[in-house]
C-alpha cells in the first residue's frame, strides 16, 4: 500500500474531500457551481484562511489556541477607534493590528513557556481578558468611517479583474509560507518540535526560540486577517472575529494537520477551511437549517479525529531483515 | 595528558539540594576504544554523562577535550567538541521522515533551505557504512525500535563523532538486535571512535569493552582493563560486596496443568499452544516483535483472542478485561513499569490497594482499616524500602518500584503472574532479590510466565522456556536441555534438527 498513486491520495486528501462535498452540493442546488459563487466562497473565508495560516504553525508545534477570534475582536476594535479618534490611516491601522497581533500571541507565548502549561490552558484565559478588553474599550458599539483605500482590502476586486483583492492576497500568503514550512530549516525545525521537543532540543534547535518565532508568525497572520475582516464589513464592534477560532481549528484538523503536532501542510490547511465554508455554503444553498449545520460540522470534526487516530494506529511497522 | 587521552573527567562534582550526585569522579578516555561505564542506578552514569554532552553543568571540576579544559559545557559546544550522546530513550522525531531525523538540527545545504538531494546522499552513505539498510523517506515512527537506534547512531555519525556516549542501549533490544548493535559499536571503535558505554548487563560489558569504569554511589572507584575482570568481580565493584548464587534455586515440586492454551490466536500471535504448570516459570523467549508482550496481554484479556481455547484450572475461560482476568487470580506485570506498572504520583499504599478496593469494601465503601493491613502485610512482605506509605512512588527506586507493581497484583488473591521484564533497569543488588521473591511467591502456589529479553535471566530462572518467533511458538525447552544457542537458534525462526 505504499504505492506512489497511494501517496499522492494520501497526501491530497483534503482537496479530493473538497472536490467530493462540491459535486454533491451541486446535485441539491443548481447554483452552486456557478463561478459568483465560487467567488464570493473565496472571498468571504480569505480572512479565514490567513488566520488559519498562521494558527497552523502553533498546531504543527502541537499546541492549541482558543483565543484568536478574541484577539480579532480587540484588535479590530483598537484599530477602528484610533483611526476614528487619531486618523491614523490605512496604512497605520494595518501596522498597528500586525504589530498587535504579534504582542497578543507573544504574550500567549511567554505565559505558557515561563508557567510551563500548555497554549490550550493560557488561551482559555486570556481569550476571556481579551474580549472583556475590547468590549471595554469599544462600549459595545460599532466603528466605522474607514479610509476607502481601507475598505477597498476587502471590497474592490484586483486591477479591473474579478478577483477579489482578498482573494490574491491570501493566495499570495498561503504560497509563501508553505514554502517556508516546507523548504526552510526555520520550518523543519518547527516540524521536528511539533513531533518531539525533547529530542528535537538535544539535537541542537532552540526550542523556545521556535516556540517565540511561532508566536511571532501566527500574530502577523491574525493582524493581517483581521484588518481583511473588518475592511469588507466596512465596520468593527467586539463581536467580530469571535467563533473564528473554532472554524479555524476544524478546518487546520480537516486539513491533515495532526492534533499532537509534527505534521500536515499549508496546502491541506487551505482545503481545510473551504471544505468548512463550502458546507455552510452549499447547507444554506440546499436549505438546511442552521441547526441542522451544526450538527453535521460537528460529526464532520468527529469523523477528521477518528481518521487521525486511525491512520495513526494503523501504520505498519518496517522491520524487514537488515544486514 | 597522553596524546592517546581523548576525554579526561577530572575532580568532577554535582551538588543538589541535598544529594551530592557525583563526588570527585576523575578517568581518562583513551583513544579507539570501548569504555564501559557500570555501576548500580543512583551510582551517578547519568549525570556524568549529562555533564559531559552538556545538558547540565558540573558544581565541580572539569571536562578536558583535546587538550583543552572546560569547566562546563553546553549541548551545542559539547557537539561541536565530536561527542555524540545516544539516550536511553529513544530520541527521534516520530513524525519525521528517517533523513530529516539523522540530520535533525543540523543546516546542510544552502542558508536558508537544506538540499534534499545532499542529505539523503549522506544519509545514505552513513548507513552503508553501517551495513544496515533503512529506507530514507518514510516515517520514523514506522520503524521497529532497533532500527530507530540505528538512526540515532547515524545521527552522531553523522557529525564527526570523536567520543560516542551510549545509554543503556541494549535496554530496548532483544538479543539477535543486541548483537548487530554490538557488532556497529566495535566496528565504530576499530574506526577510533571512541566509545562510553553503560549498561547494566555484564555479559555485553565483558564482550566488547576495553576499559572499565565502575561508579558507587557517585564515587569514582575503579577504572581499570578488562582483561582479567570476570562477572563476581564486576558484580562485587558495583555492589561493594560479595552476591553469591545469582539464581536461587528452587525445591517446590512441580505440579498439573493450571493453565492450557490451545490454538490460540489474535492480537499478532498465531496458533500458540502450550500448559503452564501449577509451581513452575514458565520463560517465554523470542526476539523484539516475536509476540511475547502480545501473548501476554491475550491470556489476561487486555487483548481480544481471535480463536483458540483457554482453560484456568480446568474450564474454558474467555477475559474480556484485565478486570475479569485479575478477579479470577491472573495478574500481569507490564514491562512498561513507568507507564502501566504503578501510578508515580501516587503513595505506596494507594498503589498497593488499587485493585483490591472493591475486594474491600461494603456497599461501595471502601473499609480503610483492611486497606492499611494489607498495605502494611504487602511492604514488608516484599521489603519494600520506603521511608512511609505516603510517600509517592516517584521517589522510590526502580526495584522498589517493581515490588509495589507486584504487590499491587498480590493484593489479590492471584494464582498465576504473568511477569513482562521482571528486572528491566533494576539493579544486580536488588534483581536478586526480584528472584527470591518470585521463588517465594511459587512456594507460596502461584505460578509465573516470566517474559524476558535477558537470556542469562531465562536460563536461570525458568523451568521450562517457550520461544516465540514472529508470533508462533517454534519450541519448547526443557530445563535439562537448556541451552543459549539453541534458544537463540528458535528465536531466530529456524526450527532444530535433531527433535527429541
Keep these: 500500500m505504499d504505492s506512489k498513486f497511494s501517496k499522492i491520495i494520501k497526501n491530497n486528501m483534503p482537496w479530493i474531500i473538497l472536490i467530493v462535498i462540491s459535486i454533491i452540493f451541486s446535485f441539491f442546488s443548481p447554483n452552486f457551481f456557478k463561478i459568483q459563487n465560487i467567488i464570493n466562497i473565496l472571498n468571504q473565508n480569505a480572512f479565514v484562511i490567513v488566520c488559519a495560516i498562521g494558527i497552523t504553525f502553533i498546531m504543527m ?67 476571556m481578558l481579551y474580549q472583556g478588553l475590547s468590549f471595554t474599550i469599544s462600549g459595545s458599539k460599532a466603528v466605522g468611517g474607514f479610509p476607502d483605500s481601507f475598505k477597498k482590502i476587502g471590497q474592490a476586486n484586483f486591477f479591473g479583474t474579478r478577483i477579489p483583492i482578498a482573494v490574491i492576497i491570501m493566495l499570495f500568503f498561503a504560497v509563501i509560507m508553505e514554502l517556508f514550512l516546507t523548504k526552510t530549516y526555520w520550518g523543519r525545525h518547527i516540524y521536528a518540535m511539533g513531533g518531539n521537543e525533547d529530542a528535537s532540543r538535544l539535537a541542537g534547535i532552540e526550542v523556545i526560540k521556535t516556540k517565540y518565532l511561532i508566536g511571532v508568525i501566527a500574530g502577523v497572520f491574525v493582524g493581517i486577517s483581521t484588518v481583511m475582516l473588518i475592511s469588507r464589513l466596512g465596520s468593527v464592534n467586539s463581536s467580530s472575529g469571535p467563533g473564528t477560532e473554532f472554524t479555524v481549528l476544524i478546518g487546520i484538523l480537516l486539513g491533515g494537520v495532526s492534533v499532537r503536532g509534527g505534521e500536515g501542510r499549508l496546502s491541506g490547511v487551505v482545503a481545510g477551511i473551504l471544505i468548512m465554508a463550502i458546507l455552510s455554503n452549499g447547507m444554506q444553498l440546499a436549505g438546511f437549517g442552521v441547526y441542522l449545520q451544526y450538527v453535521v460540522k460537528g460529526i464532520i470534526m468527529l469523523a477528521a479525529i477518528g481518521i487521525d487516530v486511525y491512520q495513526l494506529n494503523h501504520q505498519k511497522i518496517i522491520d524487514e531483515k537488515l544486514n | 595528558m597522553n596524546n592517546d587521552t581523548i576525554l579526561r573527567i577530572s575532580h568532577i562534582s554535582k551538588k543538589y539540594p541535598g544529594v551530592l550526585a557525583l563526588n570527585d569522579v576523575s578517568f581518562d578516555v583513551k583513544k579507539g576504544q570501548i569504555h564501559a561505564l557500570m555501576g548500580e542506578n543512583g551510582a551517578g552514569k547519568s549525570t556524568l554523562i549529562k ?15 583535546n587538550d583543552t579544559e572546560y569547566k562546563s559545557l553546553t549541548p551545542a559546544l559539547s ?64 520503524l521497529s525500535p532497533a532500527q530507530q537506534q540505528i538512526v540515532e547512531i547515524a545521527r552522531a555519525l553523522s557529525s564527526d563523532v570523536k567520543v560516542l556516549i551510549m545509554d543503556e542501549p541494549s535496554a530496548s533490544l532483544a538479543m539477535a538486535e543486541v548483537e548487530r548493535m554490538l557488532r556497529i559499536v566495535k566496528s565504530l571503535r576499530d574506526e577510533g571512535v571512541s566509545i562510553i558505554y553503560i549498561s547494566h548487563r555484564i555479559d555485553e560489558v565483558l564482550d566488547i569493552a576495553d576499559t572499565l569504569t565502575i561508579l558507587r554511589d557517585g564515587k569514582h572507584i575503579e577504572t581499570r582493563p578488562m582483561k582479567g575482570v570476570d562477572r563476581k568481580e564486576i558484580i562485587r565493584l558495583m555492589v561493594g560486596r560479595e552476591l553469591n548464587e545469582t539464581y536461587p534455586a528452587r525445591t517446590t515440586p512441580i505440579g498439573g496443568p493450571i493453565l492450557e492454551l490451545e490454538g490460540v490466536s489474535g492480537n499478532g500471535v498465531h496458533d500458540i499452544s502450550f500448559e503452564l504448570k501449577k509451581g513452575e516459570i514458565l520463560g517465554l523467549a523470542g526476539l523484539i516483535g516475536a509476540g511475547r508482550t502480545e501473548l501476554g496481554k491475550v491470556i489476561f484479556g487486555e487483548a481480544k483472542k481471535d480463536s483458540g481455547t483457554i482453560r484456568y484450572k480446568g ?186
Design chain 2, 51 to 65: 555533564i559531559i554532552s552538556g545538558a547540565i553543568q558540573p558544581s565541580g571540576g572539569s571536562v578536558i577535550i
Design chain 2, 315 to 500: 474450564k474454558p475461560v474467555d477475559f474480556h478485561s484485565a478486570g475479569q482476568a485479575l478477579s479470577s487470580g491472573i495478574g500481569y506485570i507490564s514491562e512498561n513499569r513507568k507507564e502501566e506498572g504503578v501510578f508515580l504520583n501516587f503513595p505506596v499504599d494507594w498503589n498497593i490497594t488499587i485493585s483490591a478496593l472493591k475486594k474491600n469494601s461494603r456497599y461501595g465503601f471502601v473499609n480503610r482499616k483492611n486497606l492499611e493491613v494489607l498495605a502494611d502485610k504487602m511492604v514488608s512482605r516484599f521489603r519494600v524500602k520506603t521511608p512511609s506509605q505516603l510517600q509517592l512512588v516517584r521517589n522510590l527506586s526502580g526495584g522498589n518500584q517493581q515490588k509495589i507493581a507486584l504487590a499491587k497484583v498480590l493484593a489479590l488473591d492471584t494464582d498465576i503472574i504473568i511477569f513482562d521484564e521482571p528486572t528491566r533497569g533494576i539493579d544486580v543488588g536488588v534483581k536478586q532479590e526480584i528472584y527470591h521473591l518470585m521463588n517465594e511467591l511459587i512456594e507460596n502456589g502461584v505460578s509465573i510466565i516470566m517474559i524476558s529479553s535477558e537470556m542469562e535471566e531465562l536460563l536461570g530462572m525458568s523451568d521450562r522456556i517457550v520461544v516465540l518467533h514472529e508470533g508462533r511458538k517454534m519450541g519448547e525447552v526443557m530445563k535439562k536441555d537448556f541451552d543459549q544457542q539453541k534458544i537463540l537458534t528458535l528465536a531466530s525462526g529456524i526450527a532444530l534438527e535433531d527433535k527429541e
Design chain 2, 79 to 142: 557537539s561541536q567538541l565530536g561527542i555524540g550522546v545516544i539516550y536511553q530513550e529513544f530520541n527521534n522525531v516520530p513524525s519525521l521522515s528517517v533523513v530529516e531525523n539523522v540530520f535533525l538540527g543540523k543546516k546542510i545545504g544552502g542558508r536558508f533551505c537544506p538540499d534534499q538531494k545532499l542529505m539523503n546522499q549522506k544519509a545514505q552513505e552513513i548507513f552503508d557504512k553501517l551495513g544496515v539498510n533503512i529506507p530514507l523517506d518514510i516515517q520514523t515512527r514506522r
Design chain 1, 61 to 127: 508545534s502541537g499546541q492549541i489556541d482558543l483565543s484568536v477570534g478574541y484577539q480579532m475582536s480587540l484588535i479590530g476594535v483598537t484599530i477602528g477607534l484610533l483611526n476614528k479618534n487619531y486618523n491614523i490611516g490605512t496604512i497605520g491601522m494595518i501596522l498597528i493590528a500586525v504589530l498587535m497581533g504579534v504582542l497578543l500571541n507573544i504574550l500567549n507565548m511567554t505565559l505558557s513557556i515561563k508557567l510551563n502549561i500548555g497554549l490550550l490552558m493560557v488561551t482559555t484565559a486570556t481569550s
